[in-house]
């Protein structure tokens, strides 16, 4: 059973940084896609960024050149640097497995507030 917690979110004014931080269980990480995920009021959740076992990213337009996802295999661990902070990245962020049939259950999200 894959097992996933966030933490490092709070609230930043627009221009501001946070990095979150994602704890993951499970022996299959270290040759996994993991992902950041985000879901925003009244909106579906959406791909943030992913990084792939070998360290290749990708991100989400929106985000590029302002957002750094990258992991420490060896603690089974996911982090996002999120700098230049925009009031509309405001969502509660969630990490998981890139591969939907690898996915755990979504744990409880880091809420990210972004004042303007």
């Known amino acids: 059973q894959v097992q996933l917690v966030e933490s490092g979110g709070g609230l930043v004014q627009a221009g501001g940084s946070l990095r979150l931080s994602c704890a993951a269980s499970g022996s299959i990480f270290r040759i996994n896609a993991m992902a950041w995920y985000r879901q925003a009021p009244g909106k579906q959740r959406e791909l943030v960024a992913s990084?792939?076992?070998?360290?290749?990213?990708y991100y989400v337009d929106s985000v590029k050149g302002r957002f750094t996802i990258s992991r420490t295999n060896a603690k089974k661990m996911v982090y996002l640097q999120m700098d230049s902070l925009k009031p509309e990245d405001a969502a509660v962020y969630y990490c998981?497995?890139?591969?939907?049939?690898?996915?755990?259950?979504w744990g409880q999200g880091a809420q990210v507030t972004v004042s303007s």
């Open positions: 990084i792939a076992g070998d360290g290749s990213t």
């Open positions: 998981n497995y890139l591969d939907p049939t690898l996915r755990g259950d």
